[in-house]
């Protein structure tokens, strides 16, 4: 079963720098929802992807942005990176085209440290 | 605002006792309710969901959990927990019609001591 997957598991980077992190979803989705779950605290919603638009957004600068491709994969972006974007980002996909009562499944996560 | 409280933050039980983890939720109309688990090393995984029904539900791994609407609650119940159960819990909520977002209460640390 191909679950989501994302890329890559631990990256560091410095202050001021540009980050990109990549997610497939599970096979049969057509929605990326991203989230940034600092250390000790519950996912925080960024945004959302579907039919490779920005559907919604969370409480996030713009210096958070993302990507979907033909095939319902992912990037989220972030440029400037600050000391307090260090967190887990998680990638979560579901089947939106559905509507109603659907569940969303994570990865991993990516583990990104600013220093 | 929507939001999830999760009234624990650190639980600490002995094997073969019961567990009870409090979760409330502020939100505006009909929701969808989750628990998820998260195991060291491990991506979150859904323990349980309700969207409709009975609002008892049973999940994997022996838990439940009970939606009491008047409450705005969704707690995570089981009767008999396990050292394997060592893990962080999180309540979840989201719209019917806005199944993409999300909201997380804080999280539960839960250590079953052997």
């Known amino acids: 079963d191909a679950g989501v997957t994302q890329s890559p598991t631990h990256l560091i980077k410095t202050r001021g720098q540009q980050v990109t992190l990549r997610c497939s979803p599970k096979?049969?989705?057509?929605?990326v929802s991203w989230y940034q779950q600092a250390l000790g605290q519950g996912p925080q919603f960024i945004f959302q992807y579907y039919e490779e638009e920005e559907r919604q957004r969370g409480n996030f600068p713009d210096r958070f942005s993302g990507h979907q491709f033909p095939n319902y994969s992912s990037e989220l972006n972030v440029n400037a990176l600050l000391l307090g974007d260090s967190a887990l980002y998680l990638c979560?996909?579901?089947?939106?085209?559905?509507?109603?009562?659907?569940?969303?499944?994570f990865g991993q996560g990516t583990r990104l440290t600013v220093v | 605002a929507q939001s999830v409280s999760q009234h624990n933050h650190h639980v600490i039980l002995s094997e073969a006792a019961s567990l009870e983890l409090g979760c409330n939720y502020s939100?505006?109309?009909?929701?969808?309710l989750f628990w998820y688990v998260q195991y060291p090393g491990q991506h979150l995984q859904l323990l349980l969901k309700?969207?409709?029904?009975?609002?008892l539900v049973k999940g994997i791994k022996g838990f439940e959990a009970e939606f009491i609407k008047s409450k705005f609650s969704f707690n995570l119940r089981k009767p008999s927990v396990q050292w394997s159960d060592t893990a962080e819990y999180f309540c979840a909520v989201n719209s019917p019609s806005n199944t993409g977002k999300l909201i997380f209460g804080q999280g539960t640390t839960l250590q079953v001591k052997p």
């Open positions: 309700y969207f409709s029904g009975d609002p």
């Open positions: 096979s049969g989705h057509d929605t």
């Open positions: 979560a996909s579901s089947l939106l085209s559905v509507r109603m009562n659907t569940e969303a499944f």
């Open positions: 939100y505006g109309g009909t929701v969808n």
